[in-house]
């Protein structure tokens, strides 16, 4: 496979951990108008991410000069209503936790990086930006989640590959996209880096794809 800039060495195998038994499992839906209330909500709660609106790695000209916070949450709103994909929220039980900006990486702006190979078709690649979980949701495991069902959900909408841009635990910035260590686990494969902390990771989806099943994303009710 070609790569980008300096490439990791080989993944290593890592052991697979068990879930605890109390580890409470999330339920996914992608972010259209029905669900942008719960969208809105999960972003303008105490310490969640409505500062950026996730509009980071989406933002193009005008956009990316009027960068308040009402600015970006139009901006997101306005590719809701047009039906562009941005991404999956988490809930547990009626309440959204946990959020994954995932869609298609001609959505995102030129920015944003990654691998350019030959069989690359505009739409074939998938990628996945950002990262959040509620503060009260964390540390049971909820990150691997996400992950999982953004492999099912981009092999559900007809992509090819599955990109991440994760950082290394000790990296000062870019946390929001997660850690080399969590892609790795589930079957990511580094391919390269962007600029001086991101790391180029990707995940092929076949049929099956991959090292193990993702999750299955729940369908529209």
């Known amino acids: 496979m070609p790569t980008r800039g300096t490439s990791r060495p080989a993944v290593r195998k890592r052991a697979v951990t068990r879930r605890p038994d109390d580890e409470q499992t999330l ?3 992608a972010v259209d108008e029905k669900r942008w209330v719960d969208f809105a909500r999960l972003f303008e ?13 989406r933002a193009q000209g005008e956009e990316a ?7 970006r949450k139009a901006a997101m709103r306005k590719r ?3 039906g562009t994909p941005i991404g999956l929220l988490g809930y547990l039980g009626d309440e959204p936790v946990a959020w994954c ?3 298609p990486r001609e959505t995102y702006r030129e920015g944003l990086g990654g691998l350019d190979a030959p069989e690359d078709t505009p739409g074939s690649v998938w990628s996945l930006t950002c990262l959040f979980i509620a503060r009260e949701a964390r540390g049971q495991g909820m990150t691997r989640q996400l992950i999982e069902a953004a492999i099912a959900h981009a092999r559900k909408e007809g992509a090819k590959v599955l990109e991440a841009y994760p950082v290394d635990p000790e990296s ?3 946390r929001f996209m997660g850690f080399v260590g969590s892609y790795e686990a589930l079957g990511f494969q580094a391919v390269g880096r962007e600029g001086s902390r991101r ?3 990707r995940y092929a989806l076949g049929a099956r794809g991959g090292r193990r099943r993702a999750r299955k994303v729940a369908s529209p009710p």
């Open 27 to 29: 339920t996914f839906h």
């Open 101 to 103: 900006s995932i869609a």
């Open 65 to 71: 000069r009027r960068a308040g916070r009402a600015e």
């Open 172 to 174: 000062p910035s870019y």
């Open 199 to 201: 790391h180029v990771y």
């Open 80 to 82: 809701v209503k047009q």
């Open 45 to 57: 709660r105490r310490g969640g991410p409505g500062y950026c609106w996730c509009m980071v790695w």
